[in-house]
């Protein structure tokens, strides 16, 4: 696992239940004893992508084959967590 790669991890819900496995972009490992990792939510959900503050990835993207990414996926900036790193898997979404 690398920053900027596309994986399956369990996002929590917003009331901090553990969340079903989505696809989330690595951000940065968090140092400590545990493979934590700080991520942000991937959506195919667009209409709900926040202009100027989400960044959408669309095929006609020069790096859109290399994400892993089936379709078009909004990066939910305003969607952080910090998520165990324990069963992942690179996407394929």
């Not at 939510?41 to 993207?61: H, K």
């Amino acid at each position: 696992m690398k920053p900027g790669k596309v994986a399956l991890l369990r996002f929590p819900l917003a009331n901090l239940v553990t969340g079903n496995l989505r696809p989330v972009v690595l951000i940065a490992r968090v140092s400590g004893p545990y493979s934590d990792w700080l991520v942000a939510m991937v959506s195919t959900n667009l209409g709900q992508a926040l202009p100027g503050f989400d960044e959408v990835i669309t095929r006609q993207d020069y790096d859109f084959v290399a994400s892993g990414l089936k379709e078009a996926n909004a990066i939910k900036i305003g969607r952080l967590a910090v998520v165990e790193a324990e069963s992942h898997s690179e996407a394929h979404c």
